[in-house]
């Protein structure tokens, strides 16, 4: 019984037909695509994580102002001796950074693959496991601003990026000694800053690009 929508010459012509064959260049496409798809996402792969990186971070309270204390804390650090398997392709170095957090309210110290940050301060993510711009601190607007591009390592160079984290940590002190709880709201009020203050330092960030 033919389909009543299709007419019959077509309907038989359609069900005798053979499918028909892929070329056989097709095969052999579709094997290298999948082949340099696999080698792209190793190389990313190999920029975006890199778990040694978490094991050596240290929180400090200042960073090198210049490239002599900077040499010294890199030597200090000594990123060079860990064995990790995140520089192997030779592109990216496993070195000594000094940089922000995500919050722009601490500074720390960290062995990681250095890139090229984009008009951005420099943050090491703990939960990315990567060096990065902070998309929250445009130091290209700040005085003196910091260059369109630059190498992460050298994130110590522009100094600006560090004082927002001074402001930071002077809005957190004023919060704490300023504390407008009560003996018996204490426990909720230590809840809530926290919050308070991350919303206060994301605006603050708008404010100052």
């Known amino acids: 019984m033919r389909h009543p929508m299709v007419p019959s010459k077509l309907w038989w012509g359609q069900r005798g ?31 975006t994580l ?22 010294i804390a890199a030597e200090k650090m000594n990123c060079e001796s860990i064995e990790q398997k995140c520089s192997q392709t030779g592109r990216y170095r496993f070195q000594y950074h000094c940089v922000i957090n995500a919050w722009r309210n601490a500074t720390l110290e960290v062995c990681a693959l250095n890139r090229t940050i984009i008009g951005y301060c420099t943050e090491y993510s703990i939960k990315g496991i990567v060096i990065q711009d902070n998309y929250g601190a445009d130091c290209t607007k700040f005085n003196p601003p910091c260059p369109a591009s630059y190498n992460s390592a050298e994130a110590y160079k522009y100094q600006t ?26 426990r909720l009020c230590d809840k809530l800053v926290v919050p308070i203050l991350s919303i206060l330092n994301v605006i603050r960030a708008h404010v100052l690009q």
């Open 17 to 47: 037909r053979k499918p028909k064959k892929l070329p056989r260049d097709m095969g052999v496409r579709s094997k290298i695509l999948l082949i340099w798809m696999f080698h792209v996402y190793t190389k990313i792969l190999a920029i």
């Open 50 to 71: 890199c778990e040694k990186s978490n094991l050596t971070v240290r929180y400090v309270e200042k960073c090198p102002t210049d490239f002599t204390s900077w040499k």
């Open 161 to 186: 990026c560090y004082d927002l984290v001074k402001r930071n940590r002077k809005m957190t002190e004023y919060a704490v000694t300023k504390h407008p709880c009560s003996a018996s709201d204490i």
